[in-house]
Structure formats: C-alpha cells, structure tokens
C-alpha cells in the first residue's frame, strides 16, 4: 500500500494547523509520527482516514484520492486506533474486538470472524479478558483491546494514535514490538503517533517528524532522532548515543522560551506571562542589591 500526501493543508479556525504536510509512505513498514503537543499528528492521521477534509492539497492511497474512496472502501482498507482517553462502550470484550469485524461481515461469517477475535487477543496476550466489560477494564487493558479491534479488522494500513501512552514499559515494548511484526509478516502500512522517542527509534523503519504544522524531517530514525533535530523542533537538549545501531536519546534539559519566537508564533498570553515573570525577577533581582 501506498500513502502519497501533497502539500496537505487544514485549519479548524483561521490559523492554520497543517501547512503544506508532503509525506510518501509505503510498503510493509512501522512508520512513527513524532513531534510536540499540539503540533498536528492527530489532525494529520484524521485527514488520511477521511475523519477530516483537507482544505487543500491531496491525500492519494494506491494512486485514488481519498476523496473519491467511500467510508465503506476505506473502513476494508484503512484501521484506526484512535486515542484512548475516553473510549467507552457497554459491551463485553469480545464484542468489542468484534466490531472490527464489521467493515468484512457477511451472512454466515460469524465462526471465521470469531476465530480471527480470538486469535487477535491471543496474540495480545489479554484472551482472559475475553468475557470482561469493556468500561471495567483498567486503562492499559482498555487500550490493548483497541488494538485488538484494530488488528482484527485486517487492514492494509493501520493507523494508531499513540497506542502504548498508557501501558507500563514491558506492554510498551511488546506491542510496538508487535506493531512491527505484523507490518512485515501481514504486509500492512502501520502509522502510529508516539511520543516516546526512544522505543519509536528501537523499532520503527521510518520516522516523520512534525514541526509547527509541516513534516520538519523524515527518514530512518538514525537520520531523523539527531540532537539538532531535538533541540529545533521539541526545544530539549539532550544526548543521542548509538544503542546497537539504534540512536537512543537521553534528555539533559529544556531549552529556555524564547520571548521573541513566543511572540513570532503568535502566543500574547503565553509572552504575556513570560514577560511579568522576567520583570517580578529583575524587580527581586534589584532589591536583593540593594539589601
Ligand atoms: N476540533 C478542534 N477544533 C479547533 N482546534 C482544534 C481541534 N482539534 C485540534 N485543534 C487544534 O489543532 C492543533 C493540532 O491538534 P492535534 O490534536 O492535531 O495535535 P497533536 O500533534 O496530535 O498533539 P498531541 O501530541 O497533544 O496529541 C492544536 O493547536 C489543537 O488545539
Ligand atoms: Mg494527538
């Protein structure tokens, strides 16, 4: 499968969120969207799955702009793993993971699609949840059964955002681990959003990183995962050293704001607040020389 996106453009307001996004993804590839809060992943992955329409420029799947695709094309091709921070459904696990299924149902399919929920939370390792409620379940819990539904439903690309931000460091692994996997073995386009540099380095084949509202820099994550590159887009010093080949990143600092970039960007609250702070400092600062 392939992702052609060209000089992709949205706005929900009148500030533009997503300028002039230009990406090529294809093959059976872990592909991870890096970059600051607020800087438009989400809004990006909403614009390839026809959740958004662009307000300019294309997103093409297979050569076909997406939007002469139908919701019901799109649901056979494109999963989607949405943020987990509200889902809620009064269903059992199982039925959960079964809508999946959905976009393939037809008449008497029932046992095969069983069969492909049940091999999903296998390979999860959460089939003893299987009878559980959904909206019982703990948050790590909730978001490997999102994935699961996402999985069962046998997409040629798979879009996740931010599917490990509530699992502990073990499940993290795995599933990225797994994500990869089934990439290779399955033949899907995976997408996943993620804000933990260092595990996106470990198994991803390539990285897109975001900077205010356009792809800053893409490659693999040695190309991408740079000093530089952290310090320009997430303001951070830190280290990048080789881990068995792999850049792994250890943070030193924030980079002080900026008042005049704060300003650029178009922040007045935010310059605001910097500027009284500075002043209640230079004002403690004199009073401390005349003491
Ligand atoms: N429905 C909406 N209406 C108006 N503005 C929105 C809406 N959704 C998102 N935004 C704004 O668009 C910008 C990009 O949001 P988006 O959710 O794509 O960021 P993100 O990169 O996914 O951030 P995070 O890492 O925090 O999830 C933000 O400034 C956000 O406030
Ligand atoms: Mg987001």
């Not at 999903?120 to 409620?133: D, N, Q, V, W």
Request: proline content about 4%; hydrophobic content about 40%; glycine content about 6%.
């Amino acid at each position: 499968m392939q992702i052609t996106i060209d000089g992709l453009q949205f706005s929900y307001t009148s500030t533009p969120i997503l300028d002039n996004v230009n990406a090529d993804l294809s093959g059976h590839k872990l592909v991870s969207i890096l970059g600051p809060n607020g800087v438009g992943k989400s809004t990006l992955i909403h614009c390839i799955n026809k959740i958004l329409t662009p307000k300019g420029g294309t997103v093409m799947i297979d050569g076909k702009d997406v939007k002469e695709i139908t919701i019901k094309e799109m649901s056979k091709i494109v999963g989607y793993v949405p943020y987990s921070a509200n889902d809620s459904f009064p269903l059992s696990v199982v039925d959960t993971v079964m809508m999946g299924r959905h976009p393939h149902s037809k008449w008497g399919s029932l046992d095969s699609d069983l069969r492909i929920v049940y091999e999903t939370l296998e390979m999860l390792g959460i089939s003893h949840l299987a009878m559980r409620s959904f909206n019982e379940l703990s948050a790590g819990q909730h978001q490997k059964v999102m994935l699961a539904r996402g999985l069962a439903q046998e997409p040629r690309i798979l879009l996740l955002d931010e599917p490990t931000s509530n699992l502990d460091v073990r499940h993290q692994l795995e599933v990225t681990k797994l994500l990869r996997k089934m990439a290779e073995e399955k033949d899907i386009l995976v997408i996943m959003i993620s804000h933990d540099i260092n595990i996106a380095a470990k198994y991803s084949d390539e990285i897109l990183m975001m900077h205010q509202g356009s792809i800053f820099a893409t490659g693999t994550p040695k190309e991408v995962i740079t000093e530089e590159n952290l310090k320009a887009v997430y303001g951070v010093e830190a280290k990048v050293i080789d881990d068995l080949g792999t850049p792994h990143v250890i943070l030193r600092d924030s980079i002080p704001v900026d008042l005049e970039k704060v300003e650029e960007v178009r922040s007045p609250l935010m310059a605001e607040s910097l500027r009284a702070k500075n002043e209640d400092s230079i004002v403690s600062d004199a009073i401390e020389e005349n003491q």
